[in-house]
């Protein structure tokens, strides 16, 4: 009885392990080839492993070096192969020592020449350059030298035309500007002297943009004394028929502006109606 139940067993276990073989076919393909090609793997390097290899490594093992190192170092000093000395290089130069001669033997003689006489030992008096045009210095080339006065002083003589607000513009010795002398480039017109100095000194100017018409200076302006006040401009004591946007400065010229109360009271009879800045 107990036969027939181990055979009816191992028959269902045959039975079902077939089943799952052919269910499962190409897996256990698979896994046979990677049994075996491991297989294989392990038994070639077995087979195919260098004794000597071995040895090296295990030499290396002990002396701490790298076999890989040791052994090209080992190829390539078998590799160098003795140069045989060669003739030139075996023999030493000979050197012939040369006897001295009268020439390098005689030393020459130095005979002590007296102390002469220069004239840079004798100052001589500093004599001042001339100041000429042609002295001018590259810095100054292209600019000229001028002076400019801002004058009301006129204004005291007809004190009766000055409003009262005016008298706190208007200065005490009536110089809204002193003298003072302006560096600016050659061919720069009155108007662009004026300009320029206010603009260094705080003074307020009042001009027209295009025209260079001048309305006001230091917070005096046309008209506040009259419908025939206002600023006018003479040049070295000369009062130009152009407008000042007009005259070319020169070098040395004296620019003064006086402010008028009356037109042409500053003008002499025969320069009437000009420093026509004036409308």
């Not at 030493?92 to 005979?111: A, F, G, H, I, K």
């Not at 004190?159 to 208007?170: A, F, G, Q, R």
């Not at 001048?214 to 506040?224: K, P, S």
Request: hydrophobic share 30%; glycine share 6%.
């Amino acid at each position: 009885m107990k036969k027939d139940q181990d055979s009816k067993f191992a028959k269902s276990f045959s039975d079902a392990l077939r089943l799952w073989l052919r269910a499962n076919r190409n897996r256990v393909i698979l896994i046979a080839v990677l049994f075996v090609l491991a297989l294989s793997f392990f038994a070639g390097e077995k087979l195919f492993s260098d004794p000597g290899d071995k040895r090296r490594n295990e030499t290396a093992a002990e002396t701490g070096q790298d076999p890989e190192t040791k052994e090209h170092v080992e190829t390539s000093m078998s590799s160098v192969t003795p140069m045989p000395p060669t003739e030139e290089s075996s023999a030493q130069p000979t050197v012939t020592p040369v006897p001295p001669t009268e020439e390098s033997t005689v030393q020459p003689t130095v005979t002590p020449t007296p102390p002469v006489e220069t004239e840079s030992e004798t100052p001589k008096p500093e004599t001042e350059a001339p100041t000429s045009p042609e002295a001018k210095t590259e810095a100054e080339e292209g600019y000229i030298l001028c002076t400019i006065t801002v004058s009301c002083e006129h204004v005291y003589d007809n004190p009766d035309l000055v409003p009262d607000e005016k008298w706190l513009v208007i200065p005490k010795d009536g110089l809204i500007l002193h003298t003072t002398t302006m560096k600016v480039k050659e061919g720069s017109t009155v108007y662009q002297v004026l300009r320029s100095a206010c603009e260094q000194n705080g003074i307020l100017l009042d001009a027209a943009l295009f025209s260079a018409y001048v309305r006001g200076i230091g917070n005096l302006y046309e008209f506040d004394l009259g419908r025939q006040s206002g600023w006018m401009y003479e040049v070295n004591g000369y009062y130009p028929p152009v407008g000042c946007g007009s005259y070319r400065v020169e070098e040395g010229d004296v620019i003064v502006w006086n402010y008028t109360c009356n037109r042409g009271d500053l003008q002499p009879e025969g320069e009437k109606d000009n420093g026509s800045n004036l409308k």
